[in-house]
């Protein structure tokens, strides 16, 4: 990766950041949280920028200007909420998985 793409990665996640920043703080603390449990489930396509991430930030500032609170538009079961959006992406337990299955399968061939 060069220095270049690096700066323009850090530039993006500031100004995510920002937006963040900008929302009510119900919507902060739920999105802060949505973060955290995507950052530990690790949908694969979470490396790749702020795509998946920058979605939700974007359907949280279209919540909050309709003058909806954060649960009105996530549900009550924020972790559903994130499994629904993550439920057809690889993840880093998937492919930890495939990962078990690969060396247990050659080592049982041999």
């Not at 990665?9 to 119900?26: C, Y």
């Not at 919507?27 to 955290?36: G, L, M, P, R, S």
């Not at 396509?45 to 998946?52: V, Y």
């Amino acid at each position: 990766m060069s220095i270049k793409k690096i700066i323009e990665g850090k530039k993006e996640w500031r100004a995510h950041v920002s937006r963040v920043k900008s929302l009510p703080q119900d919507y902060q603390i739920v999105y802060k949280e949505i973060q955290k449990y995507l950052f530990k489930v690790g949908p694969v396509e979470l490396n790749e920028g702020t795509g998946l991430l920058s979605e939700i930030l974007s359907f949280f500032e279209e919540g909050s200007a309709a003058g909806k609170g954060v649960l009105e538009v996530t549900g009550t079961d924020v972790a559903a909420f994130c499994d629904a959006l993550i439920g057809n992406s690889k993840t880093y337990a998937d492919l930890y998985q495939e990962s078990v299955n690969k060396k247990v399968n050659q080592t049982m061939e041999k």
